[in-house]
């Protein structure tokens, strides 16, 4: 049994035209780590306030381990937030920043001592414990930040935009020590983010929220493998979506063509989203004959980028349409305004509109 239950949560403000939430459901089993990710806006840090009890429910249920949380105030729920700006008391040294949940536990200057120095070793900053706060590059401080969330040992951990203001190096190697002290600590955790890259780097789970609602929850990898709408589909950086209408059993007309459609497809004279995976194409070499299954085009080159060990080529169509592939090599004389022949796996386009099965 999962938990954290999140059942129908409505939240809305004053000053906006519709719902912030708007009916979500969320589970979390003990030790996973979720991420919500969106666009800004989407409420996925309303969520996340909701859950901390720092916002009140217009309506809905949040129970923790099997009890209400409505009437639970905030401090004695044992949730722990890593915030975007870190918080940190830049007055205090980075000890008393680490042990102030602890000290405010009531726990004992020893048990406090041995916590803080076992938590700084944990995020790599064993010694450090005398510096002053503003001695501390921001990556430093980030894990200040996450040692002094995890020292009073939270039921919940939850991080909103813990690593928008790094930079990308550093981000990145957060990120791989943030799931690796989580996992080892089997921390139950919310991390909120509206970058594709760091949900996928640290979850477990990815719940993509879009206008109030969560869209879709799975593991990273099958997210990304079945997106299960063009709204989800646009958010994660696909292209290549298309709308079209079904004209027989697994086939659609679109811009693009007729074009098959492998798993379940809409009756036909329905309309359907497709997506055709960024994967999905290849350059033909003058008169190469494509492969069993192929979509043969002709288009003309838009643009061709080198991506550091792959190549994004985008292309366009004769009725104006643009798609964009991701190539691991393509041929040297390629230019914009080149005239390109290119073969699309069949099995590289999904049907958006049936969940992308």
Same mark, same amino acid.
């Given at each position: 049994?999962?938990?954290?239950?999140?059942?129908?949560?409505?939240?809305?403000?004053?000053?906006?035209?519709?719902?912030?939430? /708007? $009916? &979500?459901?969320?589970?979390?089993?003990?030790?996973?780590?979720?991420?919500?990710? $969106?666009?800004?806006?989407?409420?996925?840090?309303?969520?996340?306030?909701?859950? =901390?009890?720092?916002?009140?429910?217009?309506?809905? *249920?949040?129970?923790? %381990?099997?009890?209400?949380? =409505?009437?639970?105030?905030?401090?004695?729920?044992?949730?722990?937030?890593? #915030?975007?700006?870190?918080?940190?008391?830049?007055?205090?040294?980075? #000890?008393?920043?680490?042990?102030?949940?602890? *000290?405010?536990?009531?726990?004992?200057?020893?048990?406090?001592?041995?916590?803080?120095?076992?938590?700084? +070793?944990?995020?790599?900053?064993?010694?450090?414990?005398?510096?002053?706060?503003?001695?501390?590059?921001?990556?430093?401080?980030?894990?200040? /930040?996450?040692? *002094?969330?995890?020292?009073?040992?939270?039921?919940?951990?939850?991080?909103?935009?813990? #690593? @928008? !203001?790094?930079?990308?190096?550093?981000?990145?190697?957060?990120?791989?020590?943030?799931?690796?002290?989580?996992?080892?600590?089997?921390?139950?955790?919310? #991390?909120?983010?509206?970058?594709?890259? +760091?949900?996928?780097?640290?979850?477990?789970?990815?719940?993509?929220?879009?206008?109030?609602?969560?869209?879709?929850? =799975?593991?990273?990898? %099958?997210?990304?493998?079945?997106?299960?709408?063009?709204?989800?589909? *646009?958010?994660?950086?696909?292209?290549?979506?298309?709308?079209?209408?079904?004209?027989?059993?697994?086939?659609?007309?679109? !811009?693009? $063509?007729?074009?098959?459609?492998?798993?379940?497809?809409?009756?036909?004279?329905?309309?359907?989203?497709?997506?055709?995976?960024?994967?999905?194409?290849? &350059?033909?070499?003058?008169?190469?004959?494509?492969?069993?299954?192929?979509?043969?085009?002709? /288009?003309?080159?838009?643009?061709?980028?080198?991506?550091?060990?792959?190549?994004?080529?985008? &292309?366009?169509?004769?009725?104006?349409?643009?798609?964009?592939?991701?190539?691991?090599?393509?041929?040297? %004389?390629?230019?914009? $305004? !080149?005239?390109?022949?290119?073969?699309?796996?069949? @099995?590289?386009?999904?049907?958006?509109?049936?969940?992308?099965?």
């Amino acid at each position: 049994m999962p938990i954290l239950r999140c059942h129908d949560i409505w939240k809305s403000y004053p000053d906006e035209p519709g719902p912030t939430l /708007a $009916g &979500v459901d969320l589970d979390l089993d003990q030790g996973r780590i979720l991420c919500l990710l $969106g666009p800004s806006g989407c409420g996925k840090t309303t969520l996340l306030r909701t859950v =901390a009890g720092l916002e009140p429910l217009d309506r809905g *249920r949040v129970i923790f %381990d099997g009890r209400n949380m =409505a009437d639970v105030p905030v401090h004695k729920r044992r949730f722990g937030m890593m #915030f975007q700006d870190f918080a940190l008391f830049p007055h205090k040294r980075v #000890f008393d920043n680490v042990a102030f949940g602890l *000290r405010m536990l009531g726990g004992r200057e020893a048990e406090v001592r041995e916590r803080v120095l076992g938590m700084l +070793e944990l995020v790599g900053l064993s010694g450090a414990e005398r510096k002053a706060v503003d001695q501390l590059s921001g990556g430093q401080r980030q894990r200040v /930040a996450l040692a *002094r969330s995890l020292a009073p040992e939270p039921r919940l951990l939850m991080l909103d935009e813990p #690593f @928008s !203001s790094l930079d990308r190096t550093l981000r990145d190697r957060l990120l791989v020590e943030l799931r690796r002290i989580l996992r080892r600590l089997r921390t139950t955790s919310i #991390f909120v983010t509206h970058d594709q890259g +760091e949900a996928f780097a640290v979850a477990d789970e990815v719940s993509v929220m879009h206008e109030g609602r969560i869209m879709r929850t =799975a593991a990273p990898r %099958d997210l990304y493998a079945r997106p299960g709408s063009a709204v989800v589909a *646009r958010f994660l950086g696909f292209e290549n979506i298309l709308s079209g209408r079904v004209v027989d059993r697994g086939m659609v007309r679109t !811009s693009f $063509g007729v074009v098959p459609v492998s798993g379940e497809c809409p009756e036909p004279g329905e309309q359907a989203d497709l997506l055709i995976r960024p994967e999905a194409g290849r &350059v033909l070499d003058g008169n190469e004959p494509g492969r069993p299954g192929d979509m043969i085009r002709d /288009a003309e080159v838009v643009d061709c980028l080198f991506r550091g060990g792959w190549f994004q080529l985008r &292309v366009r169509m004769a009725d104006g349409s643009s798609f964009s592939f991701r190539l691991p090599d393509v041929p040297a %004389d390629l230019r914009e $305004g !080149s005239p390109v022949r290119l073969a699309v796996s069949g @099995s590289g386009i999904m049907n958006l509109t049936a969940g992308g099965k």
